[in-house]
T-cell receptor, first 111, second 113 residues
Framework: EDQVTQSPEALRLQEGESSSLNCSYT??????LFWYRQDPGKGPEFLFT???AGEEKEKERLKATLTKKESFLHITAPKPEDSATYLC????????????FGKGTKLSVKP | EPEVTQTPSHQVTQMGQEVILRCVPI?????FYWYRQILGQKVEFLVS????????KSEIFDDQFSVERPDGSNFTLKIRSTKLEDSAMYFC???????????FGNGTRLTVT
């Protein structure tokens, strides 16, 4: 069965304290791995798509990397506005839009 | 930046009533989806819709659910007879082509009493 597992469930950081979030997946034939950010009461906001092992994408203080079994979201020198829940998802079934989501990592960055 | 718009933002209904949730996709998008998120749980796929028909649906999407694109702009999710366990955030998501990412709306919070 295709699965997506994220760790940790929650992460508290001080402003400027870098860290990484993990997403491990078991799918047959990966067709992309997606990272989203979700603020309370809002819909997921797209961050990155990764397609192959070794690929990296960056946006401001975030960098996503991919291996054959897992993906990491590295957060460098985070700020309070980076506080959110970070979700990863992989496609399943016939369409790349049918996504299995992980439970997410709730990140809190304190000033 | 274009966005997916959902209405209403919050809907309260009594068990057994019908509800219709509405979504206005980004204008050039061709693929449409509904997801739901029960409080504290994962975002779950419900149904995908392309070329005016359902492409795929999950086990959650039973006979009580239906989708349509009645006027070429709105995309709707109907729940025929709501149950308490239908209480959740319902997200519409759209994309323009096969390999592009999904863009989500801000959801409709459905509360069934």
């Amino acid at each position: 069965e295709d699965q997506v597992t994220q760790s940790p469930e929650a992460l508290r950081l001080q402003e400027g304290e870098s860290s990484s979030l993990n997403c491990s997946y078991t799918v047959s034939g990966l067709r992309g791995l997606f990272w989203y950010r979700q603020d309370p009461g809002k819909g997921p906001e797209f961050l990155f798509t990764l397609y192959s092992a070794g690929e990296e994408k960056e946006k401001e203080r975030l960098k996503a990397t991919l291996t054959k079994k897992e993906s990491f979201l590295h957060i460098t020198a985070p700020k309070p506005e980076d506080s959110a829940t970070y979700l990863c998802a992989v496609p399943y079934g016939g369409s790349q839009g049918n996504l299995i989501f992980g439970k997410g990592t709730k990140l809190s960055v304190k000033p | 930046e274009p966005e997916v718009t959902q209405t209403p933002s919050h809907q309260v209904t009594q068990m057994g009533q019908e509800v219709i949730l509405r979504c206005v996709p980004i204008s050039n998008h061709l693929y449409f989806y509904w997801y739901r998120q029960i409080l504290g749980q994962k975002v779950e796929f419900l149904v995908s819709f392309y070329n005016n028909e359902i492409s795929e649906k999950s086990e959650i999407f039973d006979d009580q659910f239906s989708v349509e694109r009645p006027d070429g702009s709105n995309f709707t999710l109907k729940i025929r007879s709501t149950k308490l366990e239908d209480s959740a955030m319902y997200f519409c998501a759209t994309k323009d082509r096969g390999q592009s990412p999904l863009h989500f709306g801000n959801g409709t919070r459905l509360t069934v009493t």
